[in-house]
C-alpha cells in the first residue's frame, strides 16, 4: 500500500513541476512537440531513476568516510556521466530524436529537477511528503521514478495544450511565452486539485 502512495504522491500529489518548481527549463523549451516531450521524458525518467540509485549509495559511502561535504559534486559527475551515455545511445538508435532534443539533451545534466530528487532520495527528507513511508534505497527508487514519471506526465500534457495552442488564434500579446506561462499556470491549479488524495 505504501507504494501505491508513494507513486501516487510523487506523480500527482507533488508533482515535481507543478508543486516543486523543479524541471522547468525543459518544460517550457521542449514543450512545443508531443514526440519531443515523450523523448525527454523517457530520457529524465531513465536518468533520474539510475541517478538516485547510484547516488543513493554514494551518499552512503561518503557519509561513512565523512566526505558529505562533496555529496553535490559527486552527484553532478554521476547525472553528467549517465547523460552523456544517454546520448551517444541516441545518436545511434534515433538520430531524429537526437537532434529534436537538441540543446536540451546536454542540459539534462543540470537539470535541477533529476539533482534535486538524488538529493531528496539520498538526504531521506522526501519521506515527509507520503505518509507511511520509511524511506531506504528501494522506496527511493521508487520515489524517483514515479517523481519522473510525474515530470514525462507534466511534459505530454503541456505539450498538447501547446500544440492546439498553435493552431488556435490567440491575441498578439499573448503569443509565445506569455500564453505558455498562463497555461503552465493554470495546469500548475488543476494538479493541486489532487492535494487531498494522499
Not at 541516441?90 to 532534443?101: D, T, V
Amino acid at each position: 500500500m505504501v507504494y501505491f502512495l508513494i507513486i501516487i504522491s510523487a506523480i500527482f500529489v507533488n508533482n515535481i513541476v507543478f508543486s516543486q518548481f523543479l524541471g522547468i527549463c525543459p518544460f517550457l523549451g521542449v514543450s512545443k512537440k508531443i514526440d519531443t516531450a515523450l523523448g525527454m521524458g523517457a530520457a529524465v525518467t531513465f536518468v533520474l531513476t539510475i541517478a538516485t540509485i547510484i547516488t543513493y549509495l554514494l551518499q552512503l559511502l561518503l557519509n561513512r568516510y565523512g566526505l558529505g561535504f562533496l555529496q553535490t559534486i559527486v552527484f553532478i559527475l554521476v547525472i553528467a556521466a549517465l547523460v552523456q551515455m544517454i546520448e551517444i545511445v541516441l545518436k545511434k538508435i534515433s538520430p531524429s530524436l537526437y537532434q529534436a532534443l537538441g540543446v536540451f539533451l546536454p542540459l539534462i545534466t543540470t537539470n535541477c529537477c533529476i539533482l534535486g530528487v538524488a538529493i531528496l532520495v539520498a538526504d531521506g527528507t522526501w519521506i515527509s511528503k507520503v505518509p507511511g513511508a520509511e524511506g531506504g534505497l528501494l522506496q527511493g527508487t521508487v520515489y524517483a521514478f514515479a517523481t519522473a514519471v510525474g515530470f514525462a506526465l507534466a511534459l505530454v500534457l503541456f505539450a498538447g495544450i501547446r500544440e492546439q495552442l498553435a493552431m488556435s488564434k490567440v491575441p498578439k500579446a499573448m503569443e509565445g511565452t506569455p500564453i505558455a506561462l498562463l497555461t503552465a499556470g493554470l495546469l500548475a491549479m488543476a494538479f493541486m486539485g489532487f492535494s487531498g488524495v494522499v
